[in-house]
Nanobody, 115 residues
């Protein structure tokens, strides 16, 4: 049974930081491409950052220079370090693991940026 479990969300003031984690089980983690998506109320889900099995990272323009994605294959975990947070970063954040036709999602963790 595949599970992706996100953690680390919460309420933070503008300019603050959070680190999200996504722990995976039931997959050969090192083979999968991993990504973080987010969905704000009334908006479509959007890709935020991704990291390949070879640890090449990509970012949405809106988070470049502020967010950092990383993976630890020894812990089957992918991280999203979020710095200089803005109110517009408020959303539910989801992790995704993909390999070919295998496509798995976590349940999401809420990030709220507000003073």
């Amino acid at each position: 049974q595949v599970q992706l479990v996100e953690s680390g969300g919460g309420l933070v003031q503008p300019g603050g930081s959070l680190r999200l984690s996504c722990a995976a089980s039931g997959i050969v983690f090192g083979l999968y491409g991993l990504a973080w998506y987010r969905q704000a109320p009334g908006k479509q889900r959007e890709a935020v950052a991704g990291i390949t099995s070879g640890s090449t990272a990509t970012y949405a323009d809106s988070v470049k220079g502020r967010f950092t994605v990383s993976r630890d294959n020894t812990k089957n975990t992918v991280y999203l370090q979020m710095d200089s947070l803005k109110p517009e970063d408020t959303a539910a954040y989801y992790c995704n693991a993909k390999l070919g036709f295998n496509d798995f999602w976590g349940q999401g963790t809420q990030v709220t940026v507000s003073s």
